[in-house]
């Protein structure tokens, strides 16, 4: 989904013709404020921005996306655009920033990499979502083990740290591996890391 936000009426509609036959699914809106009414945190996609546009600007909408916990990629289309806006906007994240006229394979082009990255962000959400619902899942004993472990602990040391028998610690290993999905301790740092500090 791509969702064209310009104050221009001729522009929104050659946008939404071109993206259409380059297969994308589009939302039109007139002004920033009208995007932001419609807007929800289920949203997917990219923005197509104007930066001047009568009430709050581009820079404004994109940064009001920006405090959302799911941003959608901002690329800017302008006819007014310097160099300051411009790195003022990419330094705001903005993907990508054009100018008006702009060449169709160049916007396209834009397009299709800003929607790569709101895929792989998304991805990464509910990978993240889902590991933290496999760590809730963990016993109070496992969770010490699996914090004890992915700080480089040995059986031995937990075992000796924690009044556990050496069996009983390899046993919670094992489940907490079955549990966080690793396959190997590497995996299951990696995972820790990934998790942040354990709450």
Known sequence: MVHVVDDD????????RLLSAAGYAVR???????????????LTGCVLLDVRMPGPSGLDLQASLA???NPLPVIFLTGHGDIPMSVRAMKAGATDFLTKPVQGSELLAAVHAALQLEAASR?????????????????????EVYQRVTTGQPN???????GMAERTVKA???EVMR?????SLAELVHI???LGSPK
């Open 156 to 162: 031995k040391q937990i075992a000796a740290e924690t």
């Open 179 to 183: 549990k966080m999905g690793a396959n």
């Open 67 to 69: 405090r959302r916990a």
């Open 123 to 143: 991805r990464e959400r509910v990978q993240g979502q889902a590991r933290q619902e496999r760590l809730a899942s963990l016993t109070g004993k496992e969770r």
């Open 28 to 42: 039109s809106y007139a002004s920033a404020g009208e995007f932001a009414l419609a807007y929800s945190e289920d």
């Open 172 to 174: 919670h290993r094992a």
């Open 9 to 16: 009426e001729s522009l929104r509609t050659a946008m939404t």
């Open 192 to 194: 820790a890391e990934a």
